[in-house]
């Protein structure tokens, strides 16, 4: 289940503007998760895997991530 939610996030944070280019604020991040009803333990395990895989990366800045470009072909699926 962790990866179906990892890519169900993935793509939620796609399709509202997040690319390789962009990275995002955890809370903007935490906000697209709540509007696809990722929550608790099931938001924190979709992010954990989705870091683990390299979906996702700590940005430069304190508290942002950016999108991989890996993670930008799985949220294009």
């Known amino acids: 289940m962790d990866r179906a939610d990892a890519i169900r996030l993935l793509q939620a944070l796609a ?3 997040m690319d390789t280019r962009a990275p995002r604020t955890n809370v903007w991040i935490d906000k697209r998760a709540l509007e696809i009803g990722l929550e608790g333990g099931q938001f924190v395990s979709a992010l954990a895997y989705a870091g683990s895989e390299g979906w996702l990366a700590d940005a430069p800045r304190r508290d942002w991530t950016s ?8 949220a294009r699926r």
């Open 15 to 17: 399709s509202a503007g």
């Open 67 to 74: 999108l991989t470009r890996a993670g930008q072909a799985i």
